[in-house]
Structures are given as structure tokens and as C-alpha cells.
């Protein structure tokens, strides 16, 4: 009942004055039955948007998409997903990384037992859900996969680039409170490593994407 996955582009021109919908609703694309009921958040979660409200102001229309069931899952408020939290450091990081051409981003969430760097075990959870009982998978941790051009200038489809015109790398957060953490090589990984751990094929038709490269230096760190 919670999203593995869910890809984007960003780039300014989804960018508005529109405000936050808050309209928390089903995806009309899936069957109803099969979703579920987010009007509070879930048991002892906050309700965190994969893809963030604040990436989508162009429209109504585009800002209430990012309040689908669909592109919400469970997330710990304190030390994560608030201001100062490690993910909304993350996400902070990630819209810094916006450019002239379009930054590709998925972002996604692990279910399965995650081990840090530091050796550090997360176990498997579920929690209910206030809105409909239903026990709900809580993510172990969290992970935003990115691709854009190196200069963010190029004016060119990625899928037009060279492979040394392109970068891309993954940075995985463990699902706990960690408030002050920001992003670091420590949190980095290759797209290739993060395929090999999530079992999904990411950026499928970019073919130069050099995903078994992951560089601190190329995205200031």
C-alpha cells in the first residue's frame, strides 16, 4: 500500500505561484479498491510526498497530481522528512541541482531490511493507517536516483548527449531521525550499485548514461 517508486523531471518551468492543494486523493489512473484512504496521516507517519508539492506550483492541476495516494508513503516527521530532517536536507540538495536543461530524478523507498554504512540495521515495519485500518509497509529507507547534462546548458536531450556530457549518481537516507544530516558521500552510491540493491533498471532509455560512475565532486560535494 505504499509507492516503490516515482520518476520526474525537474526544471524551472514547473514552477509557479499556485499554493500547496492539500487535497490528498486516489490516483484516478488506478482502481479505487486497491488504494488507500489518506484524508490524516497514517498511524504514527507523516504523509511524505515522493514527488514534492513545492516542485509542482505551475497549475492546480499539476500541484493537486503530487497529492495522489500513489506518490505518498509513511515517513517519521522529526530528525527526516521536517525542515532539518536528513530527507528534506536531501530534497533541498536535489533542487539545487536544477539547471536550464532538465534534471531527471527518481525518487523511491526500500522495504527491506537496510544496512548503513555504519553497519547500523533497520528491520522492516508496518504501521497502521488511520484513515481505513490497513496495515501500511514502512519504508527502511529512502533514495533519490539523478541524471542531468554536466554543464546544464547543452539546450540537448539527454538521449542526444555523450556519455561525457552526462552525470548521475544515487544518494540512499536511512529511515530514522537524524536532524542536521546533509548530504554526503557517505549517502552516495553509482546508479548502477542502486539497481543491483533495488532490482529496478533506472534512466532505461538514456543509453550513455554513465551509471556506474558516481562522483562526489560533481555535484559539490
Not at 98 to 119: H, K, N, P, Q, W
Not at 211 to 218: I, Q, T
Amino acid at each position: 500500500h505504499s509507492p516503490l517508486w516515482v520518476a520526474y523531471p525537474l526544471h524551472r518551468a514547473y514552477e509557479g505561484e499556485v499554493k500547496r492543494v492539500d487535497n490528498y486523493d486516489y490516483d484516478p489512473t488506478l482502481p479505487i479498491d486497491i488504494q488507500i484512504r489518506l484524508n490524516r496521516s497514517y498511524g504514527d507517519y507523516t504523509r511524505g510526498h515522493m514527488l514534492g508539492s513545492a516542485e509542482r506550483t505551475a497549475s492546480t492541476h499539476m500541484n493537486n497530481q503530487t497529492f495522489y495516494v500513489t506518490n505518498i508513503a509513511p515517513q517519521l516527521r522529526d530528525g527526516f522528512n521536517e525542515r532539518g530532517g536528513a530527507w528534506n536536507n536531501l530534497e533541498y540538495f536535489v533542487d539545487n541541482q536544477v539547471c536550464a536543461d532538465t534534471l531527471y530524478v527518481v525518487t523511491g523507498a526500500i522495504y527491506e531490511r537496510f544496512t548503513e554504512s555504519d553497519g547500523t540495521t533497520i528491520e522492516p515495519r508496518t504501521t497502521k493507517n488511520k484513515n481505513d485500518g490497513k496495515q501500511i509497509g514502512v519504508p527502511t529507507a529512502y533514495y533519490k536516483a539523478l541524471l542531468r547534462t554536466r554543464s546544464g546548458r547543452t539546450g540537448k536531450s539527454v538521449m542526444e548527449c555523450k556519455a561525457s556530457e552526462l552525470k548521475c549518481a544515487a544518494f540512499i537516507i536511512p529511515h530514522r531521525s537524524d536532524v542536521g544530516h546533509k548530504p554526503s558521500v557517505e549517502d552516495m552510491i553509482s546508479i548502477k550499485e542502486l539497481e543491483r540493491l533495488t532490482g529496478v533498471n533506472f534512466f532505461a532509455n538514456v543509453p550513455n548514461a554513465p551509471e556506474s560512475k558516481a562522483e562526489a565532486k560533481d555535484w559539490g560535494l
